[in-house]
């Protein structure tokens, strides 16, 4: 017989397992009805779904996220219209008040997120002596 503490316990690991989880994904549902956040633009905008899936691959950059943050981003942003050619522009954008580091450590990760490997691409560029 299970006792009503064992249960609590055995349902508090199920609960944070599963919220672990579904953070990891970005379950845009369960983080909205969770925590009150909602990671989609706002109804009642001035700004296109576009620019502002831009602005958050910029703020993105700028927090430095997780990869898959990042990633995530971008993949919003190809969803809202925008290409690829503006997503790089974006880290051109905020390279002045992000600064290089952060612009060099997104990139790779932004070049995943569109399909290019930047890592290999400069491996390519380094002959071997």
Do not use: H, N
């Not at 969770?34 to 691959?57: H, K």
């Amino acid at each position: 017989m299970v006792l009503d503490s064992e249960r609590r316990s055995m349902y508090q690991a199920a609960r944070f397992q599963e919220t672990l989880r579904k953070l990891a994904m970005i379950d845009e549902g369960f983080i909205k009805d969770e925590a009150g956040l909602a990671l989609g633009s706002a109804t009642a905008s001035a700004l296109d779904p576009r620019t502002v899936a831009l602005l958050q691959v910029g703020a993105a950059v700028t927090a430095g996220p997780s990869p898959v943050c990042l990633q995530w981003s971008v993949a919003r942003a190809m969803a809202a219209g925008a290409t690829e050619d503006e997503i790089a522009d974006v880290l051109l954008a905020v390279a002045p008040v992000t600064g290089l580091g952060r612009i060099a450590a997104a990139a790779p990760e932004v070049g995943i997120a569109l399909g290019y490997d930047v890592s290999a691409a400069l491996e390519a560029l380094d002959p071997i002596v």
